[in-house]
C-alpha cells in the first residue's frame, strides 16, 4: 500500500514540475517580449528585436503592432523563426529587419493604402501591386519594386538574358524587355533591382558608339578607309579583337569624309591615324594611277581632259603659276585595268582627283516589271433560211452565210456526166460488126464544193421536195482570251535597256519581175512581233524615278489580200513615279454590238413565219486593256538578291506544282527541276573530281562483292 501511494506522489510531483517548467517558459517570453515592448515604449526610435521557435504569423503580428501597421497574412504563410538582434535599431531599420527575415524565409510584404500590409510568397509578389520607381527613387533592401530601365546604346534583346541569371527568377525576381521601347523592365527587392540598374549603366556606356565624321583635305576617303580597315584584319594565328572595339568605318566620296564610328577610346585612335595620313603632296610633278571602281576609263579621259585645260587656263592667268605652264597634264586610260594614269603638277593632282572621287561613285538601279493584262470576249448568232425552185427564183442572204447560189453551182459542177451514146453498126446482112458504146465520161470536180463547204460554220441542213427546196444555217460562235504578261528588266541609273519576247516575222516590201513575168524578185523585212519593253530610268532626289517608256505588244492577227496583218498596242510616254508604286501607263476598255438583218420586202416583217425569209447575224465584243509599271530602286546587293531568289523560288514552285500533276503519256522523270536556291554558285565537278568520284564507286561496288562472296563461302562451309 505503501508502495502505491509513494509511486502517487512521485507522479504527482513530476506532473506539478512539468507544469511548473511551462509556466516559467511562458513567463520568460513574455519578459523577453514585454521587454520589447518596453523598450519600444520607452524609446520609440529604438527596438531590440529577439524571437526564438516563434511562429511567424506571431512575429508577422508583433511586428505590425510595434510599427502600427495592419497584417494581413496570406494562409501559405508559415514556418518558425529565429533570429536575434543585439544592437538598437531604429523603426526604420526594424522594418527593414522585419522585411530581411521575410525574404529569408521565401516571403514578402507589399505596402497598400490605408496602412496595410499584405505577406505573400515571393513568387506572387512580382504579380501584385507593388510600387514602380524611377531613376530618383529611394526605396532599399528587401522592399519588392518594379523599375523600368531605357537603354540607349545596347539592344534590350542581348542584354536580356544575362540579367536573368543575376536576378532571382525562382523567388519574386522578373526581368522581361520591351523591343520597340529599346527598355528593360525589372522586378524584385529593391536591393537587387539597384544593383541590376548599375550593371545596366555600365554596361550601356561601354556600348556607346558616337559617330565622328573628318573631312579629307588631300587624301582620298575610299583609299583611307581601305588602309585602316586592312590594318583592322585579324592576322593569321592571332586572336580576333572584340568586336565593339573595332571601329567602324564608311568612306563618304561625295564629300571626301570618312565617317568613324564605335568605341571612344579606339574611335579617337583611327580618328589620330586619319589626320596624320591626310597630309599633303610634295610640290613636285608625278604621275599616279587610278582605279576606278563604278566608272569606265574611256568615259572619264574627256572629262578630265576638259577639266585640266580650264584649270589651265585660269592658272595661266595667275602670276604665281606663269612660271610652268599646267598644259602638261597627261591624261590616259587603261582599257584591260579599267584605270586612268595621270601625270600633271600635284595642285592639278589633287583638283582632277576630286574629280575622280565624285564621278566614279556607285551608280544605284531599277528594277521595272510592267504587267500587261487583256481580256477580250466575244459572243456571235446567226440564222438564215434560203429557198429555191428548179422553175426559177431564189432567196439568197450573205451576212455569214452560204450563198445558195454558190452551194447549187458547186453541186451541179460535183456531178459525174457520161458521154454521148455512139450506136451499134450492122452489115447488109444485119450481121453487128460494132457493138454500141458511150463516150468518155466526164468526172465531177469537186473543188468548188470544197471551196464553199469550208466557208460554212455551225450546222447547215437542206429539204427539197419536188422542184423545191430549202437551205436552213444556224452558229453560235464564243471566243474568250485572257493575257497576262509580266515583263521585267534590270538597269543602270540613266542607260537604256531593251527586253524582247515574241518572234521576227517576215513582211513583203517589195516584188519586180523580168519580161514574162519571169524570174519574180521580192524584198522581205523582218519585224519583231511579241511583247517589247524600252525603258531609260533617271533617279532623282528621294525615291522618285523618271522613266521614259516605249511599251507594244503586237501579234499577227491573219493574211489579207497583200501580206499578212499585226495587230498592236503601243505606248510611248515619260512618267514620274516613287519606287515602289504602280503606275497604269495607259488602258482601252470598249463593247461592240453588231447586228446585220437581210430579209425579202414584206415576207421577213411578218412575225414568226418572217423568220423564213430572213437572215440574221449578231455580234457582240468586249476587249478591256490595261499597262502596269512599277519601277523598284536597288541601292544594295541584298535587295537585289532576295529579289532573283523571289523569282527563283517562283519558277521552282511552278515546276513542282507541274511535277506533282504529272504527265499523262510520259514518266515524271522528264520534268526539269530547279535545284533548291543557294547564295554561292555551285558548279559542276572538275574533271578530276568526277575522276575520282568513279574510282570511288568502283571501289564500292568491288567492296561489296566481296562482302557478298565472303558471306556466300560461309554459308557453304
Known amino acids: 500500500m505503501s508502495t502505491i501511494l509513494n509511486a502517487f506522489v512521485v507522479k504527482h510531483f513530476i506532473r506539478k514540475f512539468k507544469q511548473l517548467k511551462q509556466l516559467s517558459i511562458v513567463l520568460i517570453t513574455a519578459f523577453t517580449f514585454g521587454g520589447i515592448f518596453a523598450v519600444g515604449q520607452a524609446s520609440a526610435a529604438q527596438y531590440s528585436p529577439s524571437f526564438k521557435d516563434t511562429e511567424i504569423v506571431e512575429f508577422v503580428t508583433i511586428v505590425g503592432k510595434n510599427l502600427k501597421k495592419t497584417m494581413i497574412v496570406d494562409p501559405n504563410v508559415r514556418g518558425k523563426v529565429n533570429v536575434r538582434s543585439y544592437d538598437l535599431l531604429s523603426e526604420e531599420q526594424y522594418y527593414q529587419f522585419f522585411l530581411n527575415v521575410l525574404d529569408v524565409y521565401g516571403f514578402s510584404a507589399v505596402p497598400m493604402d490605408n496602412n496595410i500590409i499584405k505577406i505573400i510568397r515571393n513568387k506572387d509578389a512580382k504579380t501584385s501591386s507593388i510600387p514602380v520607381i524611377d531613376s530618383d527613387g529611394n526605396i532599399v533592401g528587401d522592399e519588392m519594386v518594379t523599375r523600368i530601365v531605357e537603354v540607349k546604346n545596347v539592344t534590350v534583346r542581348e542584354l536580356v538574358p544575362l540579367l536573368r541569371q543575376l536576378s532571382d527568377q525562382a523567388g519574386g525576381g522578373n526581368v522581361t524587355n520591351y523591343d520597340p521601347a529599346n527598355v528593360i523592365m525589372l522586378t524584385g527587392t529593391a536591393a537587387t533591382v539597384n544593383r541590376l540598374v548599375k550593371i545596366i549603366e555600365r554596361v550601356d556606356r561601354a556600348g556607346d558608339q558616337a559617330v565622328e565624321i573628318i573631312k579629307l583635305k588631300y587624301a582620298s576617303a575610299g583609299e583611307m578607309v581601305r588602309i585602316i580597315e586592312s590594318m583592322n584584319k585579324p592576322t593569321s594565328g592571332k586572336a580576333r579583337e572584340a568586336e565593339f572595339l573595332i571601329p567602324k568605318l564608311v568612306a563618304d566620296d561625295r564629300s571626301n569624309s570618312v565617317i568613324v564610328s564605335g568605341e571612344s577610346q579606339a574611335r579617337e585612335r583611327v580618328v589620330h591615324l586619319i589626320k596624320r595620313l591626310d597630309s599633303e603632296l610634295e610640290t613636285s610633278g608625278n604621275t599616279r594611277v587610278y582605279y576606278l571602281k563604278y566608272s569606265k576609263a574611256q568615259d572619264l579621259v574627256k572629262v578630265l581632259q576638259g577639266v585640266s585645260k580650264t584649270i589651265a587656263s585660269e592658272g595661266t592667268a595667275n602670276t604665281r603659276a606663269k612660271t610652268k605652264s599646267k598644259t602638261d597634264t597627261s591624261i590616259e586610260a587603261h582599257e584591260s585595268t579599267n584605270t586612268l594614269v595621270i601625270t600633271g603638277q600635284p595642285d592639278m593632282m589633287r583638283s582632277l582627283e576630286e574629280v575622280i572621287r565624285q564621278l566614279d561613285v556607285p551608280r544605284a538601279q531599277v528594277h521595272i516589271e510592267a504587267i500587261i493584262v487583256e481580256v477580250f470576249e466575244t459572243d456571235g448568232a446567226q440564222l438564215g433560211v434560203q429557198w429555191y425552185s428548179e422553175q426559177g427564183g431564189f432567196t439568197q442572204f450573205n451576212n455569214g452565210t452560204a450563198p445558195i447560189s454558190s452551194i447549187a453551182g458547186a453541186a451541179e459542177a460535183a456531178q459525174s456526166k ?135 505588244v503586237s501579234s499577227v492577227s491573219g493574211a489579207t489580200g497583200v501580206d499578212i496583218s499585226i495587230n498592236k498596242r503601243e505606248i510611248k510616254t515619260t512618267v514620274m513615279i516613287e519606287s515602289g508604286q504602280t503606275v497604269i501607263l495607259g488602258g482601252l476598255i470598249d463593247e461592240d454590238v453588231q447586228e446585220s438583218v437581210q430579209k425579202v420586202p414584206l415576207l421577213g416583217d411578218i412575225p414568226l413565219l418572217g423568220h423564213l425569209f430572213k437572215s440574221t447575224a449578231t455580234s457582240t465584243r468586249k476587249r478591256n486593256l490595261m499597262v502596269f509599271l512599277r519601277p523598284t530602286i536597288i541601292t544594295d546587293a541584298s535587295t537585289m538578291d532576295n529579289m532573283a531568289k523571289e523569282k527563283y523560288n517562283f519558277i521552282r514552285a511552278e515546276q513542282l506544282r507541274k511535277q506533282e500533276e504529272g504527265l499523262s503519256l510520259m514518266s515524271d522523270e522528264n520534268l526539269p527541276i530547279l535545284p533548291q536556291w543557294n547564295d554561292k554558285l555551285v558548279l559542276p565537278p572538275t574533271f578530276d573530281d568526277y575522276q575520282e568520284s568513279i574510282k570511288a564507286k568502283k571501289a564500292g561496288a568491288a567492296t561489296q562483292t566481296l562482302i557478298d562472296q565472303t558471306s556466300l563461302q560461309e554459308k557453304i562451309d
Open 418 to 552: 457520161k458521154g454521148d451514146y455512139v450506136p451499134a453498126e450492122y452489115n447488109s446482112d444485119n450481121v453487128l460488126i460494132k457493138e454500141g458504146f458511150y463516150q468518155n465520161d466526164t468526172e465531177g470536180d469537186y473543188t468548188l464544193l470544197a471551196q464553199v463547204l469550208g466557208s460554212v460554220s455551225g450546222g447547215m441542213f437542206g429539204i427539197m421536195k419536188n422542184d423545191w427546196g430549202a437551205i436552213v444555217q444556224a452558229v453560235s460562235s464564243d471566243t474568250d482570251s485572257n493575257i497576262l504578261a509580266t515583263p521585267s528588266i534590270t538597269t543602270l541609273d540613266n542607260e537604256e535597256a531593251y527586253f524582247l519576247v515574241g518572234a521576227e516575222v517576215p513582211i513583203i516590201t517589195g516584188s519586180q519581175t523580168g519580161s514574162n513575168n519571169a524570174n519574180p524578185f521580192q524584198t522581205v523585212e523582218r519585224q519583231e512581233v511579241g511583247i517589247k519593253l524600252l525603258v531609260k530610268p533617271q533617279i532623282n532626289e528621294g525615291d522618285g524615278v523618271q522613266l521614259t517608256i516605249e511599251q507594244e
